[in-house]
């Protein structure tokens, strides 16, 4: 294994490992996760075609959003390196019976062997959770056919995503697991926008993701200070 694919924490992984068997709990601890996946869905589908596309999902975890880009039309491979969140996504997609082909494996280690292949790659709420996402962001510049888009979600470091994300989802309503997000690993845009333009990706919309506790629902919004979404394009050779 090269030294990019060891991009991981242990630590992390095993946090949500321990998450693995109420993923698909829709009140369990992953309750916030279940109502972001419709407006990060509807983000995705809005802007590039998914009916046949090939499309890789990154950090999958569970599979709650390859489950629902197969059940789009999208032909999908589904990563993560965490194995008990990979054996609940198996089950349930045996149990639904929409298939996705999940691997355990880094984003760079696929990258060194199938560079080209995908049409469209989702990354959702995993960038934070990584030592280097420069690298992973890179991994998927290499995976992308020329023409082919990137999908992003993470968290913005700024003083009301920590107040949101940490204090009040973690703390205060107890929407997620505390020790669930580290603020010194939030992602500024301009950083993720550096980060995009060194892997030869052009960035074409970040949009704010808002999550409604009241509701459990969520939505896309023009504000990024917390959450947010982003796309980029591979050029066309």
């Known amino acids: 294994m090269t030294a990019s694919a060891q991009n991981f924490s242990q630590a992390e992984l095993d946090k949500f490992d321990e998450l693995a068997q109420r993923w698909w709990d829709p009140d369990g601890p992953q309750k916030a996760l279940h109502a972001l996946n419709p407006a990060r869905l509807g983000y995705v589908a809005g802007r590039t075609p998914l009916r046949d596309a090939a499309v890789l999902d990154v950090g999958c ?13 999208a032909k999908v ?18 149990e639904s019976g929409i298939k996705v082909d999940y691997r355990e494996m880094a984003v760079e280690t696929l990258a060194e062997e199938a560079p ?12 934070e959770h ?28 700024t003083p009301a995503a920590f107040a949101m994300a ?5 703390y205060v309503a107890r929407l997620l697991p505390k020790g669930t997000h580290q603020y010194r690993d939030f ?5 993720l926008a550096k980060w995009l333009r060194e ?8 949009s704010g993701l808002m999550y ?13 200070d917390i959450n947010y979404l982003a796309v980029a394009r591979k050029p066309a050779a």
Do not use: Y
């Open 61 to 73: 975890g569970g599979g709650l959003l390859s489950e629902a880009l197969a059940q789009a039309g």
């Open 77 to 94: 491979t589904a990563i993560d390196l965490a194995p008990n969140l990979l054996k609940v996504a198996r089950l349930h997609g045996l």
């Open 116 to 127: 080209a292949t995908f049409d469209t790659i989702t990354c959702m709420e995993m960038l």
């Open 130 to 157: 990584v030592p280097e996402p420069g690298s992973v962001i890179q991994a998927c510049a290499q995976l992308l056919k020329p023409g082919g888009h990137l999908f992003l979600s993470t968290l913005n470091r």
């Open 166 to 170: 940490i204090v009040g989802a973690e």
């Open 187 to 191: 992602i500024k845009p301009s950083e």
């Open 199 to 206: 892997a030869g990706l052009q960035l074409e919309d970040v």
């Open 212 to 224: 409604e506790p009241w509701r459990n629902s969520a939505r896309v919004i023009s504000r990024t």
